[in-house]
């Protein structure tokens, strides 16, 4: 262990040669000269005896052993930072001081910000962050905790966990449901505006399940399903989303389901950490209260 912790200050500087593949790259990265980085990868080598790296033209390569140890150093580092970050984030009691959590918005708006809320008073916790991301590679993990993503496994690197599959329903106000042509036999949304997020697959998708016509529609693209809803409940279109959504306005009868047929949508709902965080006594918890939610109040 002694031996170990006689190069562990070299290791900023040998993770940033190994990126670069450049000693003058990583030297101006960290502000020395490219001399004091050589210096530092002449005494890593010599303390662990691993030949780390080869010319390569005017930069530099990991060697098989120096690329084995660099993938040691980084989990190293990455397991080092989560764990000084875990170690901020408690007060001298042991209470947890702070907590940034990523939902998708229209499920923020639906149920997802106020089960965030209780937990975070629930656990005297007096920092709280909900930011805002659709899918895994648009969460800022360095500053993330835990996140509730609309997209689809694998995810590289983190822990994750099913929060619940997505059949997709129509849906609309009650005082647009007279303009739907229903009683017919070739049913049809003529002059009926269909509110999506994407290019039209999925009203294409659900209109051959249902057996209707979608000629003479109205299109409205929105950024987001939570516009989608949104207009929906104000009278101004059909919207095709999940029940997960829009459970309360159905329940309050600011919306109906005028169509029985539903479709499985293309992504799921999935909770995700990063892996070296998932143990952590808060974020198990937190995960816990999100699907026993969901368990209570199923789709």
């Excluded at 170690?87 to 907590?99: F, K, N, Q």
């Excluded at 996140?147 to 009650?174: I, K, M, Q």
């Excluded at 816990?288 to 199923?298: A, K």
Aim: with cysteine; hydrophobic share 45%.
């Amino acid at each position: 262990m002694a031996r170990t912790l006689t190069f562990l200050h070299y290791l900023p500087a040998f993770e940033a040669v190994a990126r670069l593949k450049s000693v003058r790259g990583a030297a101006q990265e960290l502000n020395l000269s490219p001399g004091a980085v050589s210096f530092q990868m002449k005494k890593l080598a010599d303390a662990t005896g691993i030949t780390l790296f080869e010319k390569d033209g005017r930069n530099v390569a990991l060697t098989a052993a120096g690329a084995d140890f660099a993938q040691a150093v980084l989990v190293s580092l990455g397991h080092l930072e989560s764990a000084t970050r875990s170690a901020r984030a408690w007060d001298s009691s042991g209470r947890p001081m702070s907590l940034t959590v990523s939902v998708p918005t229209a499920l923020g708006i639906a149920w997802l910000t106020s089960t965030i809320v209780e937990f975070a008073e629930s656990n005297n916790i007096p920092n709280l962050t909900i930011n805002e991301a659709i899918s895994a590679d648009e969460v800022t993990w360095e500053a993330t905790d835990l996140a509730v993503v609309y997209d689809n496994p694998p995810f590289a690197g983190l822990h994750w966990r099913s929060l619940s599959e997505v059949r997709l329903n129509t849906v609309c106000s009650p005082m647009l449901f007279p303009r739907l042509d229903l009683q017919h036999r070739e049913r049809k949304l003529n002059g009926v505006t269909l509110l999506h997020e994407d290019e039209g697959e999925e009203w294409a998708k659900w209109a051959i399940a249902a057996r209707v016509s979608l000629e003479g529609s109205g299109r409205v693209r929105v950024d987001s399903v939570a516009q989608a809803v949104a207009s929906a409940v104000q009278g101004k279109g059909l919207a095709l989303v999940s029940d997960v959504l829009t459970r309360s306005y159905l329940v309050e009868g600011r919306l109906i389901q005028p169509f029985s047929t539903s479709i499985n949508a293309g992504r799921g709902y999935h909770i995700l950490c990063q892996e070296a965080r998932a143990k952590e006594p808060l974020i198990e918890a937190l995960i816990d209260r999100i699907i026993d939610y969901l368990r209570r109040n199923p789709a």
